[in-house]
């Protein structure tokens, strides 16, 4: 059974703080890792996709790394704002098909 | 907004009917893929097209069928509604030269 975890499921940071999660995933017939955010009554949007191991992606002040040797992908938020209170989903793409973690959902604190 | 439509926003109907949903992907978008969002389940993959042919199947019911059209747009049939297939049906576009993924707004589908 293929399954993607991530963790921790839910997150309070004061705003201001940085954080991360992480997204555990198999390690055979990988292709590709996404990572969305998800504001509540709007659609996922994505962040990265990240395809090579040791891969390490930026926007903003978000950033993600990839071991697809060890099968996990970690998201980093810097400098926490009201704005980054969302879902934050990651996705295994082994190309033939695509398995969703169930997200973390994370609570900016004023 | 995404570039990717979606009709209808929202669909009520019963059990043991048929719908039909529709998905328009970003002009010059290839791929189409579908999704459901059930409360239960998270987000789950459907099935993907890429230029009118089927290429990657997910958890999809024998109920439920897609097909893309040659103008690229999709349409996801659901057939003999169940109470447990009310969910938001999302679909997405990506172009052949990048992975990233165009989610659209999706289809409330309440069965009833």
Known sequence: ILNVEQSPQSLHVQEGDSTNFTCSFPSSNFYALHWYRWETAKSPEALFVMTLNGDEKKKGRISATLNTKEGYSYLYIKGSQPEDSATYLCAFDRDDKIIFGKGTRLHILP | ?112
Do not use: M
């Open chain 2, 1 to 112: 907004d995404s570039g990717v439509t979606q009709t209808p926003k929202h669909l009520i109907t019963a059990t043991g009917q048929r719908v039909t949903l529709r998905c328009s992907p970003r002009s010059g978008d290839l791929s189409v893929y579908w999704y459901q969002q059930s409360l239960d389940q998270g987000l789950q993959f459907l099935i993907q097209y890429y230029n009118g042919e089927e290429r990657a199947k997910g958890n999809i019911l024998e109920r439920f069928s897609a097909q893309q059209f040659p103008d690229l747009h999709s349409e996801l049939n659901l057939s003999s509604l169940e109470l447990g297939d009310s969910a938001l049906y999302f679909c997405a576009s990506n172009a052949a030269s990048t992975d990233t993924q165009y989610f659209g707004p999706g289809t409330r589908l309440t069965v009833l």
